[in-house]
C-alpha cells in the first residue's frame, strides 16, 4: 500500500487541495483520489477544494460536488496535496493544510521542494495522475477513477505529444482503455473542442502574434480589456500557448494573459532546448523542463525583454543584422 493510502487509512476526515486556476491534470487528479478513497472507504469525509474548474469536465464523478467556498474552523486530519509545486500555488485553501493534523503532497513538478509533511515527488512522471495510477491498485481503479486519471494524464502531456510521455505513460493510458472509458470523446470534448469565443480570441492572439530572436521564439499577449470585449474567462485561453508553440521554426513560445492592470500571468512552453522551468522558477513561478509558467509585473514590452535575457542565455541571442 502506497504512503498516502496508508495515511488515508488512518484517517477519518480527508481534504484534497490542488492549485490555483486548476488544468486538467490537477482536476483530474483531485477526483481521482476522491472518488477512488469514497470507493474503498465509504464511511470516510472527503472533500475536493478548488479554483472554479471549467465545466468541460464536468462528466468527471464528484465534480459537482467540489467546493469553491473555504469553510472557517474546519480542521481536516489528512490534507492530501496534489499537482501543486508549492504552498503558495494552494491559493485561498492553503489554510486546511497548515491546519489538517497530517499532510502529504503528491506531484510531479521538478520544482517542487516537498512543502508538506510527507511527500511523493515524481519530476519524471508525465503528470500526477501518473503518480496517482502508480500508487493504487489497479485492480481496485473503477470507470469512474479511470476517466478522471486518463483526463490528466492527456492534458499534461498534450495528448502524448510532449517530451514527457514515456513508454510507461502509454502503458498506463492502455489499461485506463481498458476499464472501458469512452477515450476518445474524452480528447474532443477537453482538448480539441472550443466555443466561438475561444475561437475568436484564439484567432485574435494568433494575428497578433510577434516573433522575435530570429524567430526562434514567439509571444501573444491578452490584456483585460480584450477579455472584457470577447467575454472570455481565463478557461477560454486554454491551448493558445501550444498553438503558438507549433509555429514552424519556433523553439520557445510565451503566452501572456493579463489578470490585472500591468500584472500577467505568464505561460511558456519549448520544442528541444530551452527549459522554461529554469526560467520560470527565476521569476518566482515553476513548472516542467518544457511547459512553465510564472507571474510578472510590467509592461507587455517589460515582461518579454526580462524574459528574452534567460532564453537567450540558452538558445543564443538573436544574430546582429549587416
Known amino acids: 500500500m ?10 477519518q476526515t480527508i481534504v484534497i487541495l490542488g492549485h490555483v486556476r486548476p488544468d486538467g491534470d490537477c482536476i483530474g487528479s483531485c477526483l481521482a483520489a476522491c472518488n477512488y478513497l469514497l470507493e474503498q472507504y465509504p464511511d470516510k469525509t472527503v472533500q475536493v477544494y478548488l479554483e472554479k474548474p471549467a465545466d468541460k469536465f464536468s462528466y468527471l464523478k464528484r465534480f459537482d460536488t467540489i467546493r469553491q467556498d473555504a469553510q472557517s474552523g474546519v480542521i481536516y486530519d489528512l490534507c492530501i496535496c496534489l499537482d501543486s509545486g508549492d504552498k503558495a500555488r494552494l491559493g485561498d485553501f492553503q489554510g486546511y493544510m497548515d491546519q489538517a493534523e497530517h499532510s502529504i503532497c503528491l506531484d510531479h513538478h521538478v520544482t517542487n521542494q516537498g512543502y508538506a509533511e510527507e511527500n511523493m515527488i515524481y519530476p519524471n512522471a508525465s503528470s500526477t495522475c501518473e503518480v496517482l495510477f502508480d500508487s493504487m491498485d489497479e485492480e481496485k481503479i473503477s470507470s469512474s477513477v479511470a476517466e478522471c486519471l486518463y483526463t490528466g494524464i492527456i492534458h499534461d502531456t498534450n495528448v502524448f505529444k510532449n517530451s514527457n510521455t514515456s513508454p510507461h505513460t502509454m502503458e498506463i493510458a492502455g489499461k485506463l482503455m481498458a476499464k472501458g472509458i469512452a477515450f476518445g470523446r474524452i480528447i474532443d470534448e477537453t482538448f480539441f473542442k472550443r466555443t466561438y469565443v475561444q475561437n475568436q480570441i484564439l484567432g485574435r492572439a494568433l494575428l497578433e502574434s510577434i516573433s522575435f530572436m530570429d524567430r526562434k521564439c514567439i509571444f501573444a499577449a491578452v490584456r483585460q480589456k480584450d477579455m472584457d470585449f470577447y467575454g472570455a474567462g481565463s478557461s477560454d485561453l486554454d491551448g493558445i500557448v501550444e498553438q503558438l508553440r507549433v509555429t514552424d521554426g519556433v523553439e520557445c513560445a510565451i503566452f501572456l494573459h493579463e489578470t ?26 515553476g513548472g516542467h523542463v518544457r511547459a512553465a509558467g510564472c507571474t510578472m509585473s510590467g509592461s507587455v514590452h517589460d515582461v518579454i525583454n526580462n524574459l528574452s535575457i534567460h532564453i537567450a542565455e540558452q538558445i543564443g541571442p538573436e544574430p546582429e543584422e549587416e
Open 2 to 11: 502506497s504512503r498516502w493510502m496508508e495515511m488515508a487509512q488512518c484517517a
Open 260 to 285: 490585472e492592470n500591468h500584472v500577467y500571468k505568464v505561460s511558456m512552453r519549448s520544442n528541444s532546448q530551452v527549459d522554461v522551468s529554469r526560467i520560470a522558477a527565476y521569476f518566482g513561478g
